[in-house]
């Protein structure tokens, strides 16, 4: 859905997400190059219709395009009980760190929904639902032993480097 901007570039849309299940707006992520440098707005807007398009998905590029259908499937039905959740587990299932660095940096691109650069707790806690809508919602607590376990530097969140050392660790 390209759409032009004030700078004369065409803008992509990146991401998309709801605040929450069946709720509007939605909030619309665009990406543009302009002279080198990549710019992210964040637009507030209707989403258009839940057939096109799905809450914490890319409009250009869905998960499995990276991770086999299978995989994902298998990887959310192993932690369906909450307080299950084992990051560990969930990313040997997905075969991520056989995968390479490239690629690792794709599923961090999608889970960062917001393409702030970082997962923070609300993406934290819908990383399931990143990989497939059929994932759950991590509990509180798997929320944060998760971000514990990814957040090196103490901020809070969850950087691209940290996530690939995470992966890399599990
Ligand atoms: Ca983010």
């Not at 543009?32 to 219709?49: A, F, Q």
């Not at 990276?66 to 995989?71: E, F, M, Y």
């Not at 995968?99 to 940096?105: F, N």
Request: proline share 3%; glycine share 8%; charged share 30%.
């Amino acid at each position: 859905m390209p759409r032009f901007n004030e700078w004369g570039g065409r803008e992509r849309q990146v991401g998309a997400r709801a605040s929450s299940q069946n709720s509007e707006p939605a909030a619309w992520v665009y990406k543009t190059r302009v002279g080198g440098d990549t710019h992210h707005r964040l637009w507030i807007t209707h989403r258009p219709s839940a057939s096109t398009t799905s809450p914490g998905t890319l409009s250009n590029m869905s998960m499995t395009d990276v991770i086999p259908a299978a995989d994902i499937a298998k990887a959310i039905n192993a932690f369906k009980a909450v307080d299950s959740f084992n990051h560990k587990k969930f990313f040997e299932i997905l075969g991520l760190k056989k995968r390479s660095l490239d690629d690792v940096k794709k599923v961090f691109n999608i889970l960062d929904a917001d393409c702030s650069g970082f997962m923070e707790l609300d993406e934290v806690k819908c990383m399931m639902q990143g990989f497939s809508k059929e994932g759950r919602t991590l509990s509180d607590e798997e929320a944060k032993i998760l971000l514990v376990a990814g957040d090196k530097d103490g901020d809070g969140k969850i950087g691209v480097d940290e996530f690939t050392s995470l992966v890399a660790e599990s």
